[in-house]
Nanobody, 120 residues
Framework: QVQLVESGGGLVHSGGSLRLSCVAS?????MAWYRQAPGEQRELVAS???????AYADSVKGRFTVSRDNAKHTMNLQMNSLKPEDTAVYYC?????????????????WGQGTQVTVSP
């Protein structure tokens, strides 16, 4: 089983920046950042394939940048020009695809979450 640990959350004023990190305990495939605000559904913020292909939610395009270091099993999210509406718990997600003759399956892993709070 793969474990994911997020870090880097905190309190910042509107317009400020934060950098989130997610470290996986082993090799994973596609990774993504999700966030969930109180009373709202969890939403996809940004995703990145193992080869570095990225995708972003419209609400964060141009402000957030997702990256990864496969050698370190790490994914990062650079968040700039933060807005109060970015306030949420941010979760790291990773998928592991296993397709061999002996074993086959798609595995989905989640971190514990890190709080990001943006004050007006």
């Amino acid at each position: 089983q793969v474990q994911l640990v997020e870090s880097g959350g905190g309190l910042v004023h509107s317009g400020g920046s934060l950098r989130l990190s997610c470290v996986a305990s082993g090799t994973v495939d596609a990774m993504a950042w999700y966030r969930q605000a109180p009373g709202e559904q969890r939403e996809l913020v940004a995703s990145i394939t193992r080869r570095g292909i990225t995708a972003y939610a419209d609400s964060v395009k141009g402000r957030f940048t997702v990256s990864r270091d496969n050698a370190k099993h790490t994914m990062n999210l650079q968040m700039n020009s933060l807005k109060p509406e970015d306030t949420a718990v941010y979760y790291c997600n990773a998928k592991h695809f296993v397709h061999t003759v002996e074993q086959s399956g798609n595995y989905d892993y989640w971190g514990q979450g890190t709080q990001v709070t943006v004050s007006p």
